[in-house]
């Protein structure tokens, strides 16, 4: 059974980095075959994409509100997914999920309802 868990979340000011980091800690999943992503619900919204990086490390795709500021990456021989946010802002405030794709070998998914498995989330806070 897949498990993904996030780290790294914390408090920070704004224009200040964190780095969240998501791990398949059962190492159950056959993690090169799968497209993973990040996405984020702050209070009172709805989940929204945030980022995604295809199986094969080629696609990247980014929302609009996060380019230029963050960048995903992932390391398939530790079976974890990288979350490196730069001049963070308060409206960055948010707990921030970890999924993997449902279908293999698929790239370009950043719809939620194309990602099964997740984390429980790791909160992150940016006070202005």
């Known amino acids: 059974q897949v498990q993904l868990v996030e780290s790294g979340g914390g408090l920070v000011q704004a224009g200040g980095s964190l780095r969240l980091s998501c791990t398949d800690t059962?190492?159950?999943?056959?993690?090169?075959?799968?497209?993973m992503g990040w996405f984020r619900q702050a209070p009172g919204k709805e989940r929204e994409f945030v980022a995604a990086?295809?199986?094969?490390?080629?696609?990247?795709d980014y929302s609009d509100s996060v380019k230029t500021r963050f960048t995903i990456s992932r390391d398939d021989a530790e079976h974890t997914v990288d979350l490196q946010m730069n001049s963070l802002k308060p409206e960055d405030t948010a707990v921030y999920f970890c999924?993997?794709?449902?279908?293999?070998?698929?790239?370009?998914?950043?719809?939620?309802?194309?990602?099964?498995?997740w984390g429980q989330g790791t909160q992150v806070t940016v006070s202005s």
């Open positions: 999924a993997k794709a449902r279908i293999q070998f698929r790239s370009r998914i950043t719809r939620e309802r194309d990602f099964d498995s």
């Open positions: 059962g190492r159950t999943l056959a993690f090169n075959i799968f497209t």
């Open positions: 990086i295809s199986y094969n490390g080629i696609s990247i």
